[in-house]
């Protein structure tokens, strides 16, 4: 109950900002024109991460190996996700693994199984990476709406929009970064044992 409670505040937060947007610049600009940059805006800055993610998702499975230097989580980030409190609210940002990739990042399902492990740090490196270049394109956004938006609507558009963007994909960034380490020492411990049991059983 408090999960789907969390979930409801969460999307309606993002559904919030959303109206709020467009329709703030509405109450300065009062105009048919301005509701269409703001759907070019939405379209360039968010519409277009989605594409982007989906094409960054069809890379080989091996790219996404938790031992590459691409993946690796720095010591001071565990003190810093710490500091910020990720304990008490990691669990009511909603997890979508499981509605885009059947895979669900929400719950260890089999803790004792390494391939599942396995599984699971693919999982989540590949959820980081897209979250990395969706962060990075929502900043670079403003090279390609620069030249096309009002200078007006640069801040009042493009700039809010990409400041969302950015919190929604930051929160489960750092979520992800913060159980990875977590997932590595179960999966190290996991495959030694099993390397063990083998050896034992020749």
């Known amino acids: 109950m408090k999960a ?17 947007i467009p329709s703030i610049n509405l109450i300065f600009y009062r105009s048919i024109s301005t509701l269409l940059w703001f759907l070019l805006v939405f379209g360039v800055v968010v519409v277009a991460t989605f594409l982007i993610a989906y094409l ?3 890379l080989p499975v091996k790219f996404y190996e938790p031992d590459r230097k691409l993946f690796h ?16 609210w990691k669990d009511k940002i909603p997890e979508l693994g499981k509605q885009l990739s059947g ?21 989540n490196c590949k959820g980081s990476f897209l ?12 090279l390609i709406l620069i030249f096309i938006l009002p200078w007006p609507f640069i801040l009042t558009m493009w700039l809010p929009t990409a400041v969302v963007a950015i919190i929604v994909h930051s929160l489960s960034l750092m979520i992800l970064r913060y159980t990875r380490p977590k997932l590595m020492i179960v999966y190290k411990r996991l495959t030694r044992n099993k390397e063990r049991n083998i050896k034992e059983e020749i």
């Open 4 to 20: 789907k409670l969390s979930s409801i505040i969460y999307w309606s937060s993002i559904g919030l900002c959303i109206v709020l």
């Open 73 to 88: 989580v720095f010591k001071f980030e565990k003190k810093l996700y710490e500091g910020i409190g990720i304990k008490h």
């Open 56 to 58: 960054a998702s069809l």
């Open 103 to 123: 895979f669900d990042k929400h719950t260890l399902a089999e803790p004792d199984n390494p391939e599942y492990i396995h599984k699971f740090l693919l999982e």
């Open 131 to 142: 979250h990395t270049i969706s962060i990075l394109y929502s900043i670079l956004s403003i």
